[in-house]
């Protein structure tokens, strides 16, 4: 079966910290996929990136980065210098050899305090 | 990104009637997905629906509750038959787009039922 779990329910950072959310997933597929989604109070699924299974290479964009490690079952997304509009619920998902059909984890709220 | 719209964007009903809602994509895609978010829950998935085809429904979804069109490559509607108050949620519509490596989901509907 899969699973994804998002051990963090919510995380409250003041602005400028760091801030790393955790995901831990499980599935018997070979290849899989993993996104991160944002939803901000406004409802709205935003999508922030996808990785296949194949590729484990960390990915950077501007103050977003995400650190894949197979050995670990992990996705991990980080923000650094959070912003205030970074306050959402933070949704990692899992895909596998049906695309499309996505697993969610129960998501994190992050609260970002000017 | 893609251009996902999804008619109504929210609406109140009674208990015991129905609702359709229209998910339209900005260009063709091959599968398009239906979600439900409950009220402060994860997404979860009620079924895939393929152009041409019956759509298939995940566990705890069946055919009768929530039938779904797929008359062509850019349109879907789902619909929510004889309502209850369990029923209000956030219905979104999803597509995957395997060249560009994403997957994108539509504005939600949210629905009320009373």
């Known amino acids: 079966a899969q699973k994804v779990t998002q051990a963090q329910t919510e995380i409250s950072v003041v602005e400028k910290e760091d801030v790393t959310l955790d995901c831990v997933y499980e599935t018997r597929d070979t290849t899989y996929y993993l996104f991160w989604y944002k939803q901000p109070p406004s409802g709205e699924l935003v999508f922030l990136i996808r990785?296949?299974?194949?590729?484990?290479q960390n990915e950077i964009s501007g103050r977003y980065s995400w650190n894949f490690q197979k050995s670990t079952s992990s996705f991990n997304f980080t923000i650094t210098a959070s912003q205030v509009v970074d306050s959402a619920v933070y949704f990692c998902?899992?895909?596998?050899?049906?695309?499309?059909?996505?697993?969610f984890g129960q998501g994190t709220e992050l609260s970002v305090k000017p | 990104s893609a251009v996902i719209s999804q008619k109504p964007s929210r609406d109140i009903c009674q208990r015991g009637t129905s609702l359709t809602i229209q998910c339209q994509v900005d260009?063709?895609?091959?599968?398009m997905f239906w979600y439900r978010q409950q009220p402060g829950q994860s997404l979860t998935l009620i079924a895939t629906?393929?152009?041409?085809?019956?759509?298939?429904?995940e566990s705890g979804f069946v055919i009768d509750k929530f039938p779904i069109s797929r008359p062509n490559l850019t349109f879907s509607t789902l619909t929510v038959s004889n309502m209850s108050p369990e029923d209000s949620s956030i219905y979104l519509c999803?597509?995957?787009?395997?060249?560009?490596?994403?997957?994108?989901f539509g504005p939600g509907t949210r629905l009320t039922v009373t």
């Open positions: 629906a393929n152009q041409g085809s019956e759509a298939t429904y």
């Open positions: 999803s597509v995957e787009y395997p060249d560009r490596d994403e997957q994108y």
């Open positions: 990785r296949n299974s194949f590729d484990e």
């Open positions: 260009s063709q895609v091959t599968m």
């Open positions: 998902a899992l895909s596998g050899s049906i695309r499309g059909k996505l697993i």
